[in-house]
């Protein structure tokens, strides 16, 4: 189990950037993959970014080219970079920890991201 603690959200005009961090409880280096999710009002939560040990990513088609996924080992903490944002990427969105490749997930609390004029 890892405690989570996202930070960053908020309001945002369309075309702007926001940084957002996760907090982790352990250290990160040990776990298989840190990654964010979002979800809006009635749909499945949905990958945004995946970063697995090894430094490999994978991003959602939707944000390629606009978001970054990057990890700082000695704070325990992950980021994601939110560039060029648009309306659609309004979301709520979360952290997750996978400490092995075939589960274990633990979840932040989410942070509201509205991209909006």
């Known amino acids: 189990q890892v405690q989570l603690v996202e930070s960053g959200g908020g309001l945002v005009q369309p075309g702007g950037s926001l940084r957002l961090s996760c907090a982790a409880s352990?250290?990160?280096?040990?776990?298989?993959?840190m990654g964010w999710y979002r979800q809006t009002p009635g749909k499945q939560r949905e990958l945004v970014a995946r970063i697995t040990r090894g430094d490999i990513t994978n991003y959602a088609d939707s944000v390629k080219g606009r978001f970054t996924i990057s990890t700082d080992n000695a704070k325990n903490t992950q980021y994601l970079q939110m560039n060029s944002l648009k309306p659609e990427d309004t979301a709520v969105y979360y952290c997750?920890?996978?400490?092995?490749?075939?589960?274990?997930?633990?979840w932040g609390q989410g942070t509201q991201v509205t991209v909006s004029s």
């Open positions: 997750n920890a996978r400490l092995y490749w075939y589960g274990g997930d633990s």
């Open positions: 352990r250290n990160i280096a040990s776990i298989y993959a």
